[in-house]
T-cell receptor, first 114, second 118 residues
Framework: DVKVTQSSRYLVKRTGEKVFLECVQD?????MFWYRQDPGLGLRLIYF???????EKGDIPEGYSVSREKKERFSLILESASTNQTSMYLC?????????????FGPGTRLLVL | AQKITQTQPGMFVQEKEAVTLDCTYD???????LFWYKQPSSGEMIFLIY??????QNATEGRYSLNFQKARKSANLVISASQLGDSAMYFC???????????????FGQGTILTVHP
């Protein structure tokens, strides 16, 4: 069965802390994505990766960085957390093939920055 | 640039009735895909249905069907015979440039909260 896991379901951090959100997929997918979800705004793409060590900015990359050292793992890093980064973060993966019909999502991490 | 618009922040439906959730899109890509996802209160995103821009027939998956009107750029989700378990947030999404370098990125709408009453 398809599986995308995220390291934490709930996380509370303080302003200025460095935060790591980890995502692991076991489907040998080439593409991996990080989205944030905010009420009234839907999901917005932060960063994505199409191969190991490759990354591309999404629509809202400011304040975030990513790391993909292994194919199955994609990390989202908040270098210095701020209160406006309080949100739900969703990781997803998909096959590279253009005909890939869906992304598979992890359960999400609800991050609260105090 | 791609844009997805869901104009219904919330919808209510009686159990066993059908409901339509609206979605309009805008893209200049000749080839694209349209998706619907369900998000229950637990937070996980559940894939429901997919429609390719060149598909001749509207997609159906069990009680879900996608009313695809290409000229009007709409991709409404129809849920027949609603069940209490259908209460959730529903997102419409688009993947553009399917044959190019989009890498499968999705653009999402704002979402519609569906509440099914007994």
């Amino acid at each position: 069965d398809v599986k995308v896991t995220q390291s934490s379901r709930y996380l509370v951090k303080r302003t200025g802390e460095k935060v790591f959100l980890e995502c692991v997929q076991d489907m040998d997918h080439e593409n991996m994505f990080w989205y944030r979800q905010d009420p009234g705004l839907g999901l917005r793409l932060i960063y994505f990766s199409y191969d190991v060590k490759m990354k591309e900015k999404g629509d809202i990359p400011e304040g975030y960085s990513v790391s993909r050292e292994k194919k199955e793992r994609f990390s989202l890093i908040l270098e210095s957390a701020s209160t406006n980064q309080t949100s739900m973060y969703l990781c997803a993966s998909s096959l590279r093939a253009s005909g890939a019909r869906t992304q598979y999502f992890g359960p999400g991490t609800r991050l609260l920055v105090l | 640039a791609q844009k997805i618009t869901q104009t219904q922040p919330g919808m209510f439906v009686q159990e066993k009735e059908a409901v339509t959730l609206d979605c309009t899109y805008d893209t200049s890509d000749p080839s694209y895909g349209l998706f619907w996802y369900k998000q229950p209160s637990s937070g996980e995103m559940i894939f429901l249905i997919y429609q390719g821009s060149y598909d001749q027939q509207n997609a159906t998956e069990g009680r879900y069907s996608l009313n695809f009107q290409k000229a009007r750029k709409s991709a409404n989700l129809v849920i027949s015979a609603s069940q209490l378990g259908d209460s959730a947030m529903y997102f419409c999404a688009m993947r553009g440039n399917a044959g190019g370098t989009s890498y499968g990125k999705l653009t999402f709408g704002q979402g519609t909260i569906l509440t099914v009453h007994p």
